[in-house]
């Protein structure tokens, strides 16, 4: 799987779009983007996930560059339930081991 | 979104026991699991990945006789701490696989809610 890239930490204030980027610019034409969050002590909660169309759902929005080589996590509304460390995951769909990086810790300030 | 279950979600144990801990998926059958093993302040590392009716595949520097892993049905992995030493204290967390996902633009695989060990 390739290897990604994400800033250590940001800052979000409450209400507030955060946006988190990654970089993956070794991701091959069959890898999707995963990403995941992990709330202090719980288990990784799966956000989204895209191969190289823009994708929402109830929880965030994905955009991946054209040239599929970054992308970004956008959470429209950040609130404090939103603080957690951000796992972008390049990865085959078909299935394979998930391997996690150092991903972002977001915090959401009042 | 399915779900996946840990059991204990912490447990302490002297120095030299083994400890059990078991992952199941609760509404799907799962080939295949994985689990994890995470440091405070650290990532998540994969240790092996297990499959249903098959030998477990372990990652480099894993050693398979200290963590044993036993995939007997397609509901339940269960991982054992063997001869536990306080270096083994950690939070451990399996994942599971939807097989029946794969192909589809959905979500795959699912994760426990992590079981801590602490080796006094």
């Known amino acids: 799987d390739a290897k990604t890239t994400q800033p250590t930490s940001m800052d979000c204030a409450e209400g507030r779009a955060a946006n988190l980027p990654c970089n993956h610019s070794?991701?091959?034409?069959?890898?999707?983007v995963y990403w995941y969050r992990q709330i202090h002590s719980q288990g990784p909660q799966y956000i989204i996930h895209g191969l190289k169309n823009n994708e929402t759902n109830e929880m965030a929005s994905l955009i991946i560059t054209e040239d599929r080589k970054s992308s970004t996590l956008i959470l429209p509304h950040a609130t404090l339930r939103d603080t957690a460390v951000y796992y972008c995951i390049v990865h085959y769909n078909q299935g394979g081991k998930l391997i996690f990086g150092q991903g972002t810790e977001l915090s959401v300030k009042p | 979104g399915a779900v996946v279950s840990q059991h204990p979600s912490w447990v302490i144990c002297k120095s030299g026991t083994s400890v059990k801990i078991e992952c199941r998926s609760l509404d799907f059958q799962a080939t295949t699991m994985f689990w994890y093993r995470q440091f405070p302040k650290k990532s998540l590392m994969l240790m092996a990945t297990?499959?249903?009716?098959?030998?477990?595949?372990?990652e480099q520097g894993v050693e398979k006789d200290k963590f044993l892993i036993n995939h007997a049905s397609l509901t339940l992995s269960t991982l054992t701490v063997t001869s536990a030493h306080p270096e083994d204290s950690s939070f451990y967390i399996c994942?599971?696989?939807?097989?029946?996902?794969?192909?589809?633009?959905?979500?795959?695989?699912?994760f426990g809610p992590g079981t801590r060990l602490l080796v006094l």
């Open positions: 297990s499959n249903e009716g098959s030998k477990a595949t372990y």
């Open positions: 994942s599971a696989r939807d097989q029946r996902l794969a192909g589809v633009l959905r979500e795959t695989q699912y």
């Open positions: 070794t991701i091959s034409g069959n890898e999707y």
